[in-house]
């Protein structure tokens, strides 16, 4: 049993979620993984809030704008009116644009430690509130959803990112206490 378990436990538990489809630079794996996310989003659109069509392809460079535009469009043409979204480091939103116009909705993710000029943690929850509202400035109204922001609680220190537990607990604390009232949707990562 794999992930296709996922929708029936969110189910049982009265959860809704996001569904989401591999890309890579393999276009028979990436064409398998659409095609049951798809399969899957369709038997279980009472608990999908949305789908995402590829996770931080564009920062590893398995695909193009164009590739993913036409997978992204491909869902949609498929699912109807369940939303569709493309999630990756902020960085590559501003540096692939014409994204913002094809999904129903944008996924970001800000990940102060593991920028490429990291920021410690004492900066970091201003670092996430500038970043997003600067990419909700572009995207014309449309959803915004932080896919991935968190603090590592172990690890290397990245100039003045010092991962530890201190340090992540202050990173969510902070984090959930400005942006609740705002009323974002995010999603908290990070372990070690």
């Known amino acids: 049993v794999g992930l296709e378990?996922?929708?029936?436990?969110?189910?049982?538990?009265?959860?809704?979620?996001?569904?989401?489809?591999?890309?890579?630079a393999d276009k028979k794996l990436t064409a398998k993984e659409i095609s049951t996310m798809i399969?899957?989003?369709?038997?279980?659109?009472?608990?999908?809030?949305?789908?995402?069509?590829?996770?931080?392809?564009?920062l590893r460079g398995e695909a193009t704008q164009d590739e993913?535009?036409?997978?992204?469009k491909d869902?949609?043409?498929?699912?109807?009116?369940i939303e569709v979204t493309y999630a990756d480091v902020w960085e590559f939103w501003l540096k692939n644009?014409?994204?913002?116009?094809?999904?129903?909705?944008?996924?970001?993710?800000?990940?102060?430690?593991?920028?490429?000029?990291?920021?410690?943690?004492?900066?970091?929850i201003e670092h996430v509130i500038k970043i997003r509202e600067e990419v909700s400035g572009m995207i014309g109204g449309k959803k915004l959803l932080i896919g991935e922001t968190g603090w590592?609680?172990?690890g290397r220190m990245r100039e003045d990112a010092l991962p530890s537990k201190i340090n992540?607990?202050?990173?969510?604390r902070e984090f959930i206490a400005k942006v609740e009232p705002k009323g974002w949707e995010y999603n908290i990562i990070e372990a070690i």
């Open 5 to 24: 378990i996922v929708p029936k436990i969110a189910r049982e538990n009265g959860l809704k979620m996001y569904m989401g489809a591999w890309v890579s």
């Open 39 to 58: 399969k899957l989003a369709l038997e279980n659109r009472d608990i999908i809030k949305g789908v995402i069509v590829g996770n931080e392809v564009l």
């Open 68 to 72: 993913l535009t036409k997978y992204i």
């Open 75 to 81: 869902v949609k043409n498929a699912l109807g009116d």
């Open 97 to 124: 644009k014409a994204l913002f116009g094809v999904v129903d909705f944008v996924t970001i993710h800000i990940l102060p430690y593991w920028e490429d000029d990291p920021v410690g943690v004492e900066k970091a």
């Open 152 to 154: 590592p609680s172990e």
């Open 168 to 172: 992540q607990a202050l990173f969510i």
